[in-house]
């Protein structure tokens, strides 16, 4: 039986709790963490956490592509040399950064916010989608604009080809091509954890979606 944790003071304890329920961080951890802080210069700590705060508080979504950004339109959308034809559709602002770091994608993009996971409760609606097919929509629609691309980015396991299907159901019917990465990424493989080559030669590589 594991006795329960005695900390010499309150102050101490509050923070290795607020510490310790960050994903992945154990007591151990926590503790180890919050003293490292506390013997820390105090304009360093205040910069820390005033740091968190802010992106909590400030931190916006971005109205075109659901990215992570300080303004209302993110500096990819914003960015008028991109090929604003092409939308690489992705789970998190994770792949994004990942994507971004192989230097060879030069469209925008679509962060869904998750994937679809009935074990996990999470649906088509719970997913930002029906703004994804929004845009496709509004694309296909541009008449003598050349033909509109949607990368299918996501994982290769089964909530993933799920997801890519529905999305790919959505949008077949407005015209528009729909390719996948090249399966340089192995089964289940995350976007987050591919080395920037392979990942770079799986969009570079792109195949047509096949359901």
Do not use: W
């Not at 309150?10 to 802080?37: C, F």
């Not at 994804?132 to 509004?138: E, I, P």
């Not at 493989?189 to 799986?202: I, K, N, Q, V």
């Amino acid at each position: 039986m594991t006795l329960p944790e005695k900390y010499p003071s309150k102050l101490l304890e509050d923070a290795v709790l607020a510490i310790g329920s960050l994903p992945g961080v154990g007591k151990r951890s926590a503790l180890r963490l919050a003293l490292h802080l506390l013997r820390q210069p105090q304009e360093s700590v205040h910069h820390f956490a005033d740091s968190i705060v802010r992106l909590r508080d400030d931190a916006k979504y971005c109205r075109e592509c659901m990215m992570i950004s300080d303004e209302d339109t993110c500096s990819i959308c914003s960015d008028r040399s991109r090929d604003h034809r092409t939308i690489c559709v992705v789970e998190n602002v994770r792949d994004v950064m990942s994507i971004e770091n192989t230097g060879q994608y030069h469209g925008v993009y679509h962060v869904l916010g998750g994937i679809i996971s009935p074990i996990a409760g999470i649906g088509p609606s719970d997913l930002t989608i029906s703004a994804l097919v929004g845009r496709v929509k509004s694309l296909a629609s541009e008449e003598g604009s050349p033909e509109p691309e949607v990368i299918l980015a996501l994982s290769g396991d089964v909530e993933g080809e799920t997801t890519s299907f529905y999305i790919y159901r959505q949008i077949s019917g407005f015209g528009v091509k729909v390719s996948s990465l090249a399966r340089g990424l192995g089964f289940g493989d995350d976007l987050e954890y591919a080395d920037e080559l392979t990942l770079g030669r799986s969009i570079v590589g792109r195949q047509p979606f096949k359901p």
